[in-house]
C-alpha cells in the first residue's frame, strides 16, 4: 500500500492526494488560542536550540525548540513556526511545530498569516 497511511481503525489517507486544481492536499495545524499558541517567523539562529522569532502578536522573542521536535524537524531561517509564550516571561516563547512550504502557502492563501 504506497502512496498511503492507515492507523488502527481509521480509513486509509492518500499521501499523494492532489486538489480539483492539481496542488497537493496540504493538513495544517491551526493555533489552539485557548492555549495561547500562535503562529511565528524565524528570524535568527542563536544557536543551542535558540532561534530570535517575530511573533504575529508583534513581539520579537527568544524561542526555544522543544524536545520532541528538536530532532524530527530542522527549523531554518524564514520558517513558520507555531510558538507558546512563556506565561511567566513574555520575552521567550516555546516552538512546537514547524510549517512546510505548501502548508506555509495555504496558510497565506486563507488568509491566516
Known sequence: MSGF??????AAV???AVNPD???VAR???PKKWNREQFA???TMLG???IRVQCMD?????GRIKGKIKKRAWIREGDTVLVIPWSFQDEKCDI????????TDWLRKNRYL
Not at 96 to 102: D, F
Request: without cysteine; aromatic residues 6%; charged residues 25%.
Open 96 to 103: 512546537i511545530y514547524r510549517y512546510l512550504k505548501p502548508q
Open 22 to 24: 492539481g496542488t497537493p
Open 58 to 62: 508583534g513581539v520579537t522573542r527568544m
Open 5 to 10: 497511511h492507515k492507523k488502527n481503525n481509521e
Open 48 to 50: 543551542a536550540n535558540h
Open 41 to 43: 517567523l524565524a528570524e
Open 28 to 30: 495544517v495545524r491551526l
Open 14 to 16: 492518500d499521501l499523494n
